[in-house]
């Protein structure tokens, strides 16, 4: 099996709302993948049918060769999830927590090693009432890679982060994607996805509008650079070749110089605008 | 609940070890409840002090022994206020307990889990057994001490409060969870579901006898299961000298086991057909 997360012709509607409106999708084992899309794109419902937790109106999906729409436990066991929003168990203690969760699964990992993986061994014994936002978001972690997961979904994992906290947190990210496991985020953060994705797919209006590696998506390598300076700014597709014009022009330093591609958020914010209907 | 393992593809380590069992896991999570009720102070000081500090008042305001008995109507508080701390750690405890789960993501999170469904339910009846059993302890003692109750003597009447505790505790606990469905968030779940409670208490007999109730409240509170439990206890704390202050001069306890058997069947039927994992705002 190739692929951890299969998707063809995938829809959802509530009520008078198509949120998911055909959604063809395939993730590789081993990869981090992010979706990025505005709130209310569709998102977080198709994460949460490759999730288990919502059902479907039409497509076929294959997570882990099993299907979703009937989740067993056995297939539960095999991924992890770490949800947006959680304030349950805040009596019991960090390793009380853990320990608690690791008896749900065949094959857990050693918990006192799940909590130092998250950075939280000195907070062990503390209440889970008593952490921070971010530290809870780490007890959130180590719960969803407590069964030694094959796939993890992190919705939004640093929302409500301060800078360092989220640069503390990709670098955890990064060393479970070393693990092998298949990584699937969503987030609002385009630097996030830059830093953490192998690819990325754009939902807007129930739809996958621009899917690829963040450095090519929607052609953003291809797409010209801007280069400005002091007097003047020119479009072009040969950067290098203006500079040096420019360079011959100033007779050396150009005053002012700078040189812009476009960044992921031009691509994403561009590629969000098409297609609201 | 047996949704054990059926999926076909192998994992690369779990296939090789079988799956907790659901009662095992169960186990786990009522010690787990357990542990988090005592420690959040204010929900143990709600639950228990409740039935306690009225059992203390009707018992000074109330003296003496009722008219053509040889019962004191502190003893009579006694077993109707037993039985209304069962339906308030069954019902109201139980109820505004897991709208909380609902709201703060615990569900949520758990049927993310490879736990069986059914190991919460089993983990919330565990906590429910304990918190009823520790305030009948508790409401028997201050009876006992302050108030003259004799605890019975014969087997057959702890036989009694056995069953009439077992189905009380499990049917109330059914209907809590039920209702625990109803408010649309923990903040609101104390209101909508303690009022009731409060209404079916004092139409039930625990704290205004059946003799000074028009006949129209007694025909409500015959449907729910308060009433019956707290006949059952009556039968047990205040023997046969209490039967004549019964409206039909009996404890009636074959009545008392069919009702309350009712809705157990009731509740487990509403519980199956009405549970909601997600919360509201979850779609």
Same mark, same amino acid.
């Given at each position: 099996?190739?692929?951890?997360?299969?998707?063809?012709?995938?829809?959802?509607?509530?009520?008078?709302?198509?949120?998911?409106?055909?959604?063809?999708?395939?993730?590789?084992?081993?990869?981090?993948?992010?979706?990025?899309?505005?709130?209310?794109?569709?998102?977080?419902?198709?994460?949460?049918?490759?999730?288990?937790?919502?059902?479907?109106?039409?497509?076929?999906?294959?997570?882990?060769?099993?299907?979703?729409?009937?989740?067993?436990?056995?297939?539960?066991?095999?991924?992890?999830?770490?949800?947006?929003?959680?304030?349950?168990?805040?009596?019991?203690?960090?390793?009380?927590?853990?320990?608690?969760?690791?008896?749900?699964?065949?094959?857990?990992?050693?918990?006192?090693?799940?909590?130092?993986?998250?950075?939280?061994?000195?907070?062990?014994?503390?209440?889970?009432?008593?952490?921070?936002?971010?530290?809870?978001?780490?007890?959130?972690?180590?719960?969803?890679?407590?069964?030694?997961?094959?796939?993890?979904?992190?919705?939004?994992?640093?929302?409500?982060?301060?800078?360092?906290?989220?640069?503390?947190?990709?670098?955890?990210?990064?060393?479970?994607?070393?693990?092998?496991?298949?990584?699937?985020?969503?987030?609002?953060?385009?630097?996030?996805?830059?830093?953490?994705?192998?690819?990325?797919?754009?939902?807007?209006?129930?739809?996958?509008?621009?899917?690829?590696?963040?450095?090519?998506?929607?052609?953003?390598?291809?797409?010209?650079?801007?280069?400005?300076?002091?007097?003047?700014?020119?479009?072009?597709?040969?950067?290098?070749?203006?500079?040096?014009?420019?360079?011959?022009?100033?007779?050396?330093?150009?005053?002012?110089?700078?040189?812009?591609?476009?960044?992921?958020?031009?691509?994403?914010?561009?590629?969000?605008?098409?297609?609201?209907? | 609940?047996?949704?054990?393992?059926?999926?076909?593809?192998?994992?690369?380590?779990?296939?090789?070890?079988?799956?907790?069992?659901?009662?095992?896991?169960?186990?786990?999570?009522?010690?787990?409840?357990?542990?988090?009720?005592?420690?959040?102070?204010?929900?143990?000081?709600?639950?228990?002090?409740?039935?306690?500090?009225?059992?203390?008042?009707?018992?000074?305001?109330?003296?003496?022994? !009722?008219?053509?008995?040889?019962?004191?109507? *502190?003893?009579?508080?006694? &077993?109707?206020?037993?039985?209304? @701390? +069962?339906? =308030? /750690?069954?019902?109201?405890?139980?109820?505004?307990?897991?709208?909380?789960?609902?709201?703060?993501?615990?569900?949520?999170?758990?049927?993310?889990?490879?736990?069986?469904?059914?190991?919460?339910?089993?983990?919330?009846?565990?906590?429910?057994?304990?918190?009823?059993?520790?305030?009948?302890?508790?409401?028997?003692?201050?009876?006992?001490?302050?108030?003259? !109750?004799?605890?019975?003597?014969?087997?057959? *009447?702890?036989?009694?409060? &056995?069953?009439?505790?077992?189905? @009380? +505790?499990? =049917? /109330?606990?059914?209907?809590?969870?039920?209702?625990?469905?109803?408010?649309?968030?923990?903040?609101?779940?104390?209101?909508?579901?303690?009022?009731?409670?409060?209404?079916?208490?004092?139409?039930?007999?625990?704290?205004?006898?059946?003799?000074?109730?028009?006949?129209?409240?007694?025909?409500?509170?015959?449907?729910?299961?308060?009433?019956?439990?707290?006949?059952?206890?009556?039968?047990?704390?205040?023997?046969?000298?209490?039967?004549?202050?019964?409206?039909?001069?009996?404890?009636?306890?074959?009545?008392?086991?069919?009702?309350?058997?009712?809705?157990?069947?009731?509740?487990?039927?509403?519980?199956?057909?009405?549970?909601?994992?997600?919360?509201?705002?979850?779609?």
């Amino acid at each position: 099996m190739k692929n951890a997360i299969e998707v063809r012709g995938l829809t959802k509607r509530y009520g008078d709302v198509q949120a998911v409106k055909g959604i063809d999708l395939d993730i590789r084992r081993g990869e981090v993948f992010a979706f990025l899309g505005p709130n209310g794109a569709g998102k977080s419902t198709t994460v949460e049918i490759l999730e288990g937790y919502r059902k479907r109106d039409a497509g076929e999906i294959s997570v882990l060769g099993v299907d979703p729409g009937r989740p067993t436990r056995e297939w539960r066991s095999r991924i992890g999830i770490v949800l947006q929003t959680a304030n349950d168990a805040a009596e019991l203690s960090v390793l009380e927590t853990v320990r608690h969760f690791a008896g749900y699964y065949p094959n857990p990992r050693d918990p006192d090693e799940v909590i130092a993986a998250v950075g939280l061994s000195d907070k062990a014994n503390k209440r889970v009432r008593q952490l921070s936002g971010g530290q809870r978001r780490r007890v959130d972690v180590a719960l969803g890679i407590l069964g030694n997961p094959e796939l993890i979904f992190l919705d939004e994992p640093t929302t409500g982060f301060d800078p360092e906290a989220r640069r503390q947190f990709w670098e955890l990210i990064e060393g479970l994607a070393q693990t092998g496991s298949t990584i699937v985020l969503t987030t609002h953060y385009l630097d996030e996805a830059e830093a953490l994705a192998d690819r990325v797919a754009v939902i807007a209006g129930g739809r996958i509008v621009a899917e690829g590696e963040p450095a090519t998506l929607g052609g953003r390598d291809t797409a010209k650079a801007v280069v400005t300076w002091e007097e003047g700014s020119v479009e072009t597709s040969t950067p290098t070749k203006t500079i040096v014009e420019l360079s011959r022009r100033y007779d050396g330093e150009v005053p002012g110089l700078a040189v812009h591609r476009p960044t992921l958020e031009d691509i994403y914010l561009k590629l969000i605008e098409a297609p609201r209907d | 609940m047996t949704d054990t393992a059926t999926g076909t593809a192998p994992s690369r380590t779990a296939a090789t070890r079988a799956m907790p069992s659901a009662l095992k896991l169960g186990l786990s999570r009522g010690a787990v409840e357990t542990k988090m009720f005592f420690r959040e102070k204010d929900a143990v000081v709600f639950t228990f002090s409740f039935p306690i500090i009225l059992l203390m008042l009707f018992g000074s305001i109330f003296a003496g022994p !009722l008219e053509g008995s040889g019962v004191t109507v *502190s003893q009579l508080y006694t &077993a109707g206020l037993i039985g209304a @701390g +069962v339906m =308030g /750690a069954g019902f109201q405890s139980l109820g505004i307990g897991i709208a909380g789960d609902r709201d703060d993501g615990t569900l949520k999170r758990l049927a993310g889990t490879p736990m069986p469904r059914s190991a919460y339910f089993i983990g919330k009846i565990i906590n429910v057994l304990v918190i009823a059993f520790l305030e009948v302890v508790i409401l028997l003692a201050i009876g006992v001490l302050m108030y003259d !109750l004799d605890l019975p003597s014969q087997v057959s *009447s702890w036989v009694t409060f &056995a069953w009439v505790f077992l189905l @009380g +505790v499990t =049917g /109330a606990a059914l209907l809590g969870t039920a209702v625990s469905s109803l408010p649309r968030s923990a903040k609101s779940a104390a209101a909508v579901i303690s009022m009731p409670f409060v209404v079916l208490q004092f139409i039930s007999g625990v704290f205004i006898p059946f003799t000074q109730m028009p006949e129209w409240l007694i025909n409500i509170a015959s449907v729910f299961p308060l009433k019956w439990m707290c006949q059952g206890f009556r039968a047990v704390f205040l023997g046969a000298d209490g039967a004549s202050l019964e409206l039909t001069k009996s404890y009636e306890l074959d009545r008392v086991a069919l009702i309350l058997a009712a809705w157990v069947i009731g509740g487990l039927v509403l519980c199956l057909t009405t549970f909601r994992w997600k919360g509201r705002r979850d779609g």
